[in-house]
């Protein structure tokens, strides 16, 4: 099993597959664990996304790491975790979200806007911020945000993200990416979203 630290700085992008089919799971996960993808989530607004999820993390388990976004509630934690995923994403700040993801021991990586609301997110445990919507926050922000919190803190920009809009938010401190439509859409060619992943992980070498 992989480790979420270790995934991180072999590629810090989050593949965000929402819409996928259960029936693509394996072929669409292929192409991005080929390309260099480490951490794969799959939206619970999917079809079928649990079974996706456990697809994923019996074939990939030991190279990636798989889990769900859109987590909003308690009972879906749960019913992520029984499936294998071992990330938890949410659009928002739920404590009760996040507590109950590290009772079970899964990363969790809400939703933060505010100042307020990534301390408290870090205070609950929190294993990345995930700033979202990004378009509301732009890169002198986050970079205001990086300045007084912890230097240990692991920062996503999610929302609206391409190759192209990456080098702002690095500079500005951010340590990842969450990478939705620019990247995957259920009606994407699998060598359509091949040649996606590979610019996007060119794009995040290119900062070194």
């Not at 404590?95 to 870090?122: D, H, K, M």
């Not at 995930?130 to 732009?138: C, G, I, R, S, W």
């Not at 009606?187 to 992980?201: L, P, T």
Request: charged fraction near 20%; charge should be negative.
């Amino acid at each position: 099993m992989i480790e979420l630290a270790t995934a991180i700085s072999q590629n810090p992008l989050i593949a965000i597959l929402r819409g996928l089919a259960a029936a693509d799971a394996a072929s669409v996960s292929d192409t991005l664990v080929d390309a260099g993808f480490r951490i794969i989530e799959v939206p619970l607004n999917s079809p079928d996304p649990l079974e996706s999820i456990a697809a994923i993390a019996k074939r990939h388990g030991s190279q990636a790491i798989v889990g769900a976004g859109t987590v909003l509630t308690v009972d879906q934690v749960d019913a992520v975790a029984d499936a294998g995923g071992l990330i938890i994403v949410s659009p928002n700040m739920n404590p009760n979200v996040g507590q109950a993801a590290i009772a079970r021991g899964l990363y969790w990586c809400p939703g933060i806007v505010t100042p307020s609301e990534a301390f408290a997110a870090l205070e609950i445990g929190a294993s990345v911020l995930k700033v979202f919507p990004a378009e509301m926050v732009p890169p002198a922000a986050i970079a205001a945000m990086r300045a007084v919190l912890p230097k240990d803190a692991i920062i996503a920009a999610v929302g609206g993200i391409t190759p192209e809009t990456m080098p702002p938010y690095l500079a500005a401190g951010v340590n990842g990416f969450g990478l939705g439509s620019a990247l995957f859409k259920p009606d994407y060619e699998i060598e359509d979203i091949d040649r996606r992943a590979r610019a996007f992980v060119e794009a995040i070498k290119r900062r070194e």
